[in-house]
Protein backbone atom coordinates (compact mmCIF):
# COMPACT_ATOMS: atom_id res chain seq x y z
CA UNK A 1 0.00 0.00 0.00
CA UNK A 2 1.13 3.58 -1.25
CA UNK A 3 1.48 6.03 1.70
CA UNK A 4 2.36 9.10 1.83
CA UNK A 5 3.06 11.33 5.42
CA UNK A 6 3.94 14.94 5.48
CA UNK A 7 5.65 16.77 8.30
CA UNK A 8 7.35 20.51 9.62
CA UNK A 9 4.60 22.34 9.08
CA UNK A 10 3.55 24.71 12.15
CA UNK A 11 3.37 28.63 12.71
CA UNK A 12 5.85 31.15 11.97
CA UNK A 13 6.23 34.86 11.66
CA UNK A 14 6.33 36.71 8.08
CA UNK A 15 10.01 36.83 7.13
CA UNK A 16 10.62 33.20 8.60
CA UNK A 17 11.51 29.66 7.20
CA UNK A 18 10.15 26.19 7.03
CA UNK A 19 11.27 23.14 5.81
CA UNK A 20 8.22 20.62 5.11
CA UNK A 21 9.15 16.81 4.31
CA UNK A 22 6.89 13.81 3.22
CA UNK A 23 8.36 10.26 3.56
CA UNK A 24 6.57 8.04 1.05
CA UNK A 25 6.15 4.14 1.85
CA UNK A 26 4.99 1.34 -1.47
CA UNK A 27 6.37 2.93 -4.01
CA UNK A 28 10.47 4.15 -4.83
CA UNK A 29 10.04 8.05 -5.27
CA UNK A 30 13.04 8.02 -7.97
CA UNK A 31 10.16 6.33 -9.98
CA UNK A 32 7.51 8.64 -10.04
CA UNK A 33 7.11 12.83 -9.79
CA UNK A 34 6.36 13.79 -6.50
CA UNK A 35 4.12 17.14 -6.32
CA UNK A 36 3.61 19.55 -3.26
CA UNK A 37 0.43 21.50 -3.72
CA UNK A 38 -1.62 24.18 -1.13
CA UNK A 39 -5.09 24.62 -0.15
CA UNK A 40 -5.51 28.05 2.02
CA UNK A 41 -9.22 27.71 2.81
CA UNK A 42 -12.19 28.52 0.47
CA UNK A 43 -9.36 28.30 -2.46
CA UNK A 44 -8.51 25.73 -4.78
CA UNK A 45 -5.82 23.27 -4.44
CA UNK A 46 -3.03 25.01 -6.29
CA UNK A 47 0.47 23.33 -7.12
CA UNK A 48 3.66 24.43 -5.81
CA UNK A 49 6.52 22.36 -6.95
CA UNK A 50 7.57 19.02 -7.78
CA UNK A 51 10.52 16.51 -8.44
CA UNK A 52 10.16 14.85 -11.84
CA UNK A 53 10.85 11.09 -11.98
CA UNK A 54 14.00 9.89 -13.25
CA UNK A 55 18.33 10.22 -12.13
CA UNK A 56 18.51 13.68 -12.70
CA UNK A 57 15.41 14.95 -10.31
CA UNK A 58 14.59 17.89 -12.49
CA UNK A 59 12.46 20.25 -10.74
CA UNK A 60 9.63 22.33 -11.47
CA UNK A 61 7.42 25.12 -9.94
CA UNK A 62 4.20 27.06 -10.01
CA UNK A 63 3.38 30.41 -9.73
CA UNK A 64 3.57 29.71 -6.20
CA UNK A 65 6.69 28.57 -5.42
CA UNK A 66 8.81 30.27 -7.64
CA UNK A 67 11.98 32.23 -5.90
CA UNK A 68 11.43 31.08 -2.10
CA UNK A 69 10.57 27.63 -2.66
CA UNK A 70 12.90 25.24 -3.33
CA UNK A 71 11.88 21.30 -3.55
CA UNK A 72 14.17 18.43 -3.43
CA UNK A 73 14.39 14.51 -3.16
CA UNK A 74 16.19 12.20 -1.64
CA UNK A 75 16.50 8.80 -2.87
CA UNK A 76 17.94 6.95 0.83
CA UNK A 77 14.76 8.36 2.45
CA UNK A 78 12.86 7.82 -0.48
CA UNK A 79 11.40 11.22 0.70
CA UNK A 80 10.80 14.49 -1.16
CA UNK A 81 11.19 18.24 0.83
CA UNK A 82 10.12 21.62 0.18
CA UNK A 83 12.47 24.58 1.93
CA UNK A 84 10.42 27.39 1.99
CA UNK A 85 12.06 31.11 2.53
CA UNK A 86 11.06 34.37 3.45
CA UNK A 87 7.44 33.02 4.11
CA UNK A 88 4.19 35.40 3.72
CA UNK A 89 0.74 35.23 5.25
CA UNK A 90 -0.12 34.52 1.23
CA UNK A 91 1.42 31.20 2.16
CA UNK A 92 -0.49 29.81 4.47
CA UNK A 93 -2.68 26.70 4.05
CA UNK A 94 -2.73 23.09 4.26
CA UNK A 95 0.32 21.41 2.04
CA UNK A 96 -0.07 18.12 0.44
CA UNK A 97 2.45 15.54 -0.49
CA UNK A 98 1.02 13.60 -3.80
CA UNK A 99 2.73 11.05 -5.92
CA UNK A 100 1.80 10.36 -9.85
CA UNK A 101 2.85 9.31 -13.31
CA UNK A 102 5.58 12.10 -14.47
CA UNK A 103 3.76 13.81 -17.32
CA UNK A 104 2.89 17.66 -18.78
CA UNK A 105 0.21 17.62 -16.52
CA UNK A 106 1.81 17.39 -13.21
CA UNK A 107 0.02 20.60 -12.26
CA UNK A 108 -3.34 19.22 -12.22
CA UNK A 109 -4.76 17.45 -8.69
CA UNK A 110 -6.25 14.35 -11.21
CA UNK A 111 -2.63 13.49 -12.07
CA UNK A 112 -1.65 12.31 -8.75
CA UNK A 113 -3.22 8.72 -6.88
CA UNK A 114 -1.98 9.16 -4.18
CA UNK A 115 -2.04 12.02 -1.19
CA UNK A 116 -0.62 12.53 2.14
CA UNK A 117 -2.61 13.56 4.99
CA UNK A 118 -1.24 17.69 5.10
CA UNK A 119 0.32 19.76 7.25
CA UNK A 120 -0.75 22.71 8.50
CA UNK A 121 1.12 25.95 7.51
CA UNK A 122 0.55 29.02 9.28
CA UNK A 123 2.47 32.53 8.94
CA UNK A 124 1.03 35.48 11.09
CA UNK A 125 2.41 38.97 10.44
Known amino acids: QVQLVESGGGMVQAGDSLTLSCTVS????????LAWFRQAPGKEREFVAG?????????VYGNAGKGRFTVARDGAKNSISLQMNNLTPEDAGTYYC?????????????????WGQGTQVTVVS
Open 98 to 114: AIGEDGPDYSLTRSYDY
Open 51 to 59: VRAGISAST
Open 26 to 33: GRTVAFWF
